[in-house]
């Protein structure tokens, strides 16, 4: 069982305005984003944090998420890290139970986290199969779960799911990853129907071939390959997904639930 924390201040209050505005006080929602140690998750951690949230940055390396939380405090916003598992479902059972110890809710919750193990259908291990939809799918129930029900009591909540294209078109050697966000996005569309009348909402947003560490991996002939197929001709940045990320946790997104956001250059229309 992996799990380690390293915490950082939390204030209740985010005052927002300059000298030429009258400023306002606006209540600092707590946010929790899994694979937030490089890429998409960092990139909404980092956000969410500008916005003056305090954020939870989940990864299994206890040096990734605790190097983007150290440099969140660095820079004046507020985090903590929590180095997990994601699929460990008692690991992730008890840290919940202790974030709300310590926070009683989790307002904001974006379930990122995800993994591929690709090869075509029979090449495919179970333990291949397994991995992916432990980590891609049944951790994002897991996290739901066990934070959901403050939410539903406080009658404010934000779940955003990281889904892809994957999910909604199929590819051949990535039966496990299309199945696993496929998945998500049914959980997303159901459990947006049971916490409506709560004011809790759930949306799924689904990149299409974005700039990570993981497309860096990929030959050049590979990238061109991407980059021919998608209708404005480049890959995505993770600014992207953060951008709808944030919009979808905000208080403007409170009448949205339910939805799949496409961000992918035009390739799903």
Known sequence: ???????????????????AHMSETTEKRIALVTGAGRGIGKSIAELLASKGHHVICISRSAGSCGAVADAINAGGGSAESLALDVADKAAVKEACEALLEKHATIDILVNNAGITRDGLLFRMSDDDWDAVIDTNLSSCFSFIKHLARPMTRKRWGRIINMASVIGLTGNAGQANYAAAKAGMIGLTKSLAKEFAARNVTVNAVAPGFIATDMTAELNENQQEAIVGIIPMKRMGESADIAAITAFLASEEAGYITGQVFTVDGGMVM
């Open 1 to 19: 069982m992996l799990l380690t924390v390293n915490i950082g201040l939390a204030p209740n209050l985010v005052i927002v305005g300059n000298s």
